[in-house]
């Protein structure tokens, strides 16, 4: 009975609001507005063409290294669920994206 009350108190966050998951947002604005709690769920809304969502560790989030994801997302409508506290780090894999502001630290009460 508790896990069923979890998990109807989990809260379903779109990335980037109405703008989504693409180039020209403050995810780190947006991130900071917001309180994230283990089974949350991100979801992710871009054009498939030209973005792709890429859960990395916090050196390349920093870097904007894309070469070794923890996991990679490419629908242009993922949802990931927030499975533990603490930081979560997302970069867009297009080459560019991620040093022109495409990434957001997410961090899991």
């Known amino acids: 009975m508790v896990a069923l009350f979890e998990a109807s108190l989990a809260a ?5 609001d109405s703008s989504g998951w693409s180039l020209g947002v403050d995810y780190a604005n947006w991130a900071s507005s ?11 809304k871009y054009n498939p063409s030209m973005h792709s969502v890429l859960e ?3 050196n390349a989030f920093n870097s904007c290294d894309t ?11 993922d ?3 927030l499975d533990k506290p603490g930081h979560h780090y997302f ?9 022109g ?3 957001v630290d997410v961090l899991v009460a």
């Open 34 to 44: 917001k309180t994230f709690h283990v089974g949350d769920v991100l979801a992710f």
């Open 12 to 16: 379903v966050n779109n990335v980037g």
């Open 91 to 99: 970069i867009c894999g297009t080459p560019g994206h991620c040093g």
């Open 56 to 58: 990395v560790t916090q």
């Open 67 to 77: 070469s070794s994801p923890i996991s990679a997302h490419k629908t242009g409508s």
């Open 101 to 103: 502001g495409q990434k």
């Open 79 to 81: 949802s990931i669920t």
